[in-house]
Structures are given as structure tokens and as C-alpha cells.
């Protein structure tokens, strides 16, 4: 969300099942930020964006099976779709949704280093993204198995591991 907003997105939407994660969005001042469990996510896209669709879509959770269906069922016209997740599961996309909104769909590792990692750290070097409000619980190094456990929980925002 901070990358989007920190790229010049002018609205934000965002579906986290976790209300402490959902807490730390709305504490860095996001506005669209929803429980895709009690609002239904296509519904919601639609009176965000008075029924335009998403110009781009970002699926960073590894859920495809819930968050393709949705993600198709919401593409403005000329939408972009970057995957980002290491999903543990595959999931058939619906061409024709793509094609009848010119819409594009990217692959991108943000895990690797090699090509999110580098464009992020250029923004917080510029000022424009402050990525540390995120980071809710920190654990000494002494401490990384108990802050693995923590993280593997996906409650939190971020788990730092301080060496």
C-alpha cells in the first residue's frame, strides 16, 4: 500500500482478513481498508471507483483462488495486474476478462531482491516512503525463531529481526 501510494496512486484499496494489519493501515492514513471476509471485495471496488474498476491490481497475499476471481471481476479498462505472492497454489485465470478490458497481467519477484527490493529502496531513500511504521513487533536476533513463529502467524505488519 505504501509503494502504491508512494508511486502516485490517487486511491488505495486494500482487503486484509487481519484486523491488527488493517489497524496499522489505517494508522498510515488509508482510507479504503477492508475485511474482504465481512464486505464483499467486488462490491467494493465498484462504489470506490463509481463502477470503473481497479486500474491496477496488486496480489501480494498468495490466495489466488479468492483474490483472482475478484481481481477479474473488477479491471478498468487498460488495468495492470502485478503478481507478486509466491502463491502455494495455482489458479486458472479467465483470458477473456484480460482481453475484453486490454487488460495486462506481470509476474514480479518481490522476494529476490533483484526487482522490487531496489526500485522500494530508491523510494525511501527519496523521502517519498516510509516503510518503518509498518514494522509492529521487533525481536533481538537471540529471539528469531519466537519472531518466525510471530511472523508465520501473519497477524502483525511487519516482524524486524534487529542483529
Known amino acids: 500500500?505504501?509503494?502504491s501510494r508512494a508511486?502516485?496512486?490517487?486511491?488505495?484499496?486494500?482487503f486484509e482478513?487481519?484486523?491488527?494489519r488493517r489497524a496499522v493501515a489505517r494508522e498510515l492514513g488509508f482510507e479504503h481498508v477492508y475485511d474482504?471476509?465481512?464486505?464483499?471485495p467486488v462490491e467494493t471496488v465498484?462504489?470506490?471507483?463509481?463502477?470503473?474498476?481497479?486500474?491496477?491490481?496488486v496480489e501480494t497475499s498468495g490466495a489466488v483462488a479468492q483474490t483472482y476471481p475478484v481481481i477479474e471481476e473488477t479491471l478498468?479498462?487498460?488495468?495492470?495486474?502485478?503478481?507478486?505472492?509466491?502463491?502455494?497454489?495455482t489458479h486458472e485465470i479467465t483470458l477473456r476478462k484480460y482481453q475484453g478490458n486490454s487488460a495486462q497481467l506481470y509476474g514480479s519477484e518481490g522476494h529476490t531482491g533483484?526487482?522490487?527490493?531496489?526500485?522500494?529502496?530508491?523510494?525511501m531513500a527519496s523521502g517519498r516512503l516510509d516503510n518503518l511504521p509498518i514494522v509492529t513487533s521487533t525481536f533481538d536476533i537471540s529471539n528469531a525463531d519466537e519472531a518466525l513463529h510471530r511472523?508465520?502467524?501473519?497477524?502483525?505488519?511487519?516482524?524486524?529481526?534487529?542483529?
Do not use: C, F, W
Open 114 to 123: 533483484n526487482q522490487v527490493y531496489p526500485r522500494v529502496i530508491r523510494l
Open 76 to 89: 478498468a479498462e487498460g488495468a495492470n495486474v502485478v503478481h507478486i505472492s509466491n502463491a502455494k497454489t
Open 151 to 163: 511472523a508465520a502467524e501473519r497477524v502483525d505488519g511487519k516482524v524486524l529481526i534487529e542483529i
Open 1 to 3: 500500500m505504501n509503494v
Open 17 to 20: 482478513p487481519s484486523e491488527e
Open 46 to 57: 465498484d462504489v470506490v471507483t463509481n463502477d470503473e474498476g481497479a486500474d491496477v491490481h
Open 36 to 40: 474482504p471476509i465481512s464486505r464483499d
Open 7 to 14: 508511486s502516485g496512486a490517487g486511491k488505495v484499496i486494500a
